[in-house]
């Protein structure tokens, strides 16, 4: 706000927001005065809300542009503290996407949006003459809407994609240390990866939802140091330097407080020194030993706890340099420590840095557990065995990693790729490729893979073929293949019993006739012809059916590929029929040969292969193989 303030040259900023309950009014909640040098802060509180009734709030809610407000406009009154404004006021909508519905895709509703104030500055403030807004003006703040919404869009994204591969690294941790045989530096390793994954994914959800919370509850305080420790050494050992701890042996083993804060703030603290370290002489000590609430060295007395029930706990992170060594000075220890600042005041503890920038302390207080209470007993595993659910997932990997999860418990599962589904709606997004194909061998290749799937459902398998059939069409091959496989899926689904025999037949029918397709106005009848599929499921006489699910649903999915095609698909009330007509357009005589394609060859000429499927680098290995290259697999 303070950029846009300077670019503008405003005299003052307000924000308004609608209450929690729907239809409230709005409240003003933030208003900046920027007054001689610097900007004041104007203590809020006294002036009265707005309602969202009223003229200028409804226009302005009403559109994505900015708005130069009337005079006498109660809004712009009421954002200078009631009295008139000292120059030109604009207003704009932003969204509030902490209360509002915004799901990354649509924009967010009316009701989720508050709205900027913005008062130029005029004579009074040392201008020469009044500013007025023009167009130019209302373009930065609508542009600079614009950007914060596309930053926000960009960050929610970045969140996500971030998240996802995060939960399969802790659901992978949580399933090595299962492990029985690990030996106790391993699971000391395995533990703190976990827990600096768990930190990562809860700074990320910090950051998705612009909250900081503190999640106080009983953790092993012990336990917790050891981690830190094992990742401060790890982190020590890949910039060069030593290691080294010292630990008091009064810390008491639970306390109760937020452990993933003061993970966070560990790390963050040996980060800091570490990255002033220009140099692989020196050694970073970490102490922690415990203080005496309102000491000098300490911090002060919480009146919330009482000296039995507290302790105060004194972190300290030292880089001791070696005796002789330079070092070039880098960014001060102050700015890596500050962001920390707000999670410590949260915690009422205290974070300094001593002035060389050579030590980092931290002091929290916590309320001690009582003993006994703080064993953590083995968590009762359920089971369900013989519960059969679906998983779909577009992550590979996350689909993995919940997969094993969900066989500790007991499931059985049908894993679904979300990528499939992605597939199946680019199908239907994709357009129609009309060409040339042989219609008898694609009608060939239809009716093997049909014998098939009928020989693996136990099911008889004939067909009928007209003779009169063109031997070349134009039209799209890949898609009449996919509607003829479609449709034998959609009846060999529906059979309960190997008893019966799937027909598959190719006739043709008269465009304009009561069995066939309306006459399409682009194709003459003497350039096309229409082409009847039917699949139909003849059953052995006295076979009962159990009923299934209705054929009408199977091919749903094919309506909207037949209505590019300018086709008909249809299925009998008895469900035991699919009928398939599409309109063709002839091929000339003598045009279809498909000549045999020169290959090339491309000897000598070396490239590197790269897959991580193996199937399909030794296949494309082959296929280059035959093309003369030389190649490095990878």
């Known amino acids: 706000m303070l950029h846009?303030?300077?670019?503008?040259?405003?005299?003052?900023?307000?924000?308004?927001?609608?209450?929690?309950?729907?239809?409230a009014d709005l409240h003003l909640?933030?208003?900046?005065?920027?007054?001689?040098?610097?900007?004041?802060?104007?203590?809020?509180?006294?002036?009265?809300?707005?309602?969202?009734?009223?003229?200028?709030?409804?226009d302005v809610m009403a559109s994505e542009a900015a708005k130069v407000l009337r005079p006498g406009s109660a809004l712009a009154m009421a954002s200078s503290g009631g009295l008139q404004p000292r120059g030109a006021v604009a207003a704009i909508r932003i969204p509030m996407l902490k209360v509002s519905n915004f799901d990354g895709r649509k924009a967010p509703v009316g009701s989720s949006y508050a709205i900027l104030v913005l008062v130029l500055r005029n004579k009074q403030d040392g201008y020469s003459s009044s500013r007025e807004w023009g167009s130019q003006?209302?373009?930065?703040?609508?542009?600079?809407?614009?950007?914060?919404?596309?930053?926000n869009n960009i960050q929610s994204a970045m969140c996500h994609g971030m998240r996802k591969p995060m939960y399969s690294i802790i659901g992978l941790l949580s399933m090595v240390s299962q492990v029985e045989n690990m030996r106790p530096e391993q699971r000391l390793l395995a533990d703190a990866i976990a827990r600096t994954s768990t930190l990562s994914l809860a700074l990320m959800n910090d950051v998705a939802t612009e909250t900081l919370t503190v999640n106080r509850r009983p953790f092993g305080l012990h336990s917790q140091i050891k981690e830190a420790m094992s990742v401060a050494g790890c982190l020590s050992g890949c910039q060069g330097v030593g290691f080294s701890y010292q630990l008091e042996n009064s810390l008491p083993a639970w306390v109760v407080g937020d452990e993933t804060r003061v993970f966070h703030l560990l790390l963050q603290m040996v980060g800091a020194l570490l990255g002033q370290q220009r140099s692989d002489a020196g050694r970073l000590l970490f102490s922690v030993s415990t203080c005496t609430a309102g000491q000098e060295d300490c911090i002060p007395v919480q009146p919330n706890l009482s000296p039995g029930c507290s302790i105060c706990v004194k972190f300290q992170v030292t880089m001791e340099r070696s005796t002789g060594c330079s070092q070039s000075p880098g960014r001060p220890v102050s700015s890596e420590i500050s962001m920390c600042k707000k999670i410590v005041q949260m915690m009422s503890g205290s974070m300094r840095s001593a002035l060389d920038g050579k030590t980092i302390t931290l002091i929290l207080q916590f309320q001690l557990q009582q003993s006994g209470v703080c064993q953590r007993t083995p968590l009762s595993i359920p089971h369900f065995d013989g519960l059969r659910i679906l998983l779909a997932d577009g992550d590979g990997m996350s689909q993995a990693v919940t997969q094993k999860l969900l066989e500790k418990l007991g499931f059985a599962f049908s894993p679904y790729s979300v990528c499939k589904q992605e597939k199946i709606k680019k199908l239907y997004k994709t357009t129609v490729n009309r060409r040339p194909f042989g219609l008898h061998s694609l009608i060939k290749e239809a009716m093997s893979v049909a014998g098939c799937l009928s020989g693996c459902q136990g099911v008889g398998f004939s067909y009928q073929l007209e003779n009169s059939l063109p031997a070349w069409v134009v039209g799209d091959e890949t898609r009449v293949f996919h509607l003829l496989l479609q449709m034998v899926g959609a009846l060999l689904?529906?059979?309960?019993?190997?008893?019966?025999?799937?027909?598959?037949?190719?006739?043709?029918?008269?465009?304009?006739q009561e069995d066939c397709i309306p006459v399409q106005p682009n194709l003459?009848?003497?350039?096309s012809i229409c082409v009847k599929f039917q699949v139909t499921m003849e059953r052995s006489t006295g076979c009962s059916q159990s009923p299934g699910r209705p054929v009408s649903s199977e091919i749903s999915m094919c309506k909207k590929i037949v209505q590019m095609m300018s086709g008909s698909m249809r299925s009998a009330l008895d469900g035991k029929t699919i009928t398939l007509i599409l309109q063709f357009q002839l091929q000339q005589s003598g045009v279809c040969r498909r000549t045999p394609l020169?290959?090339?060859?491309?000897d000598g000429l070396r490239i590197l292969l790269a897959d991580g499927d193996g199937m399909s680098q030794a296949v494309t290995q082959k296929l280059l193989e035959k093309l003369g290259f030389a190649f490095s697999p990878r």
């Not at 809020?44 to 709030?57: F, K, Y």
């Not at 003006?137 to 930053?151: F, H, K, P, R, S």
């Open 4 to 23: 846009l303030a300077d670019a503008l040259a405003l005299h003052s900023c307000a924000v308004w927001m609608p209450g929690h309950d729907a239809g």
């Open 29 to 58: 909640v933030h208003q900046l005065s920027l007054r001689g040098k610097g900007p004041v802060s104007v203590v809020l509180g006294s002036q009265a809300p707005i309602s969202t009734d009223d003229t200028d709030v409804a």
């Open 137 to 151: 003006d209302l373009e930065v703040v609508q542009e600079t809407m614009m950007a914060t919404n596309g930053i």
């Open 493 to 512: 689904g529906q059979q309960r019993s190997d008893a019966g025999r799937l027909l598959f037949s190719v006739s043709t029918c008269t465009a304009g």
């Open 524 to 527: 003459s009848p003497g350039c």
């Open 598 to 602: 020169s290959i090339p060859h491309f």
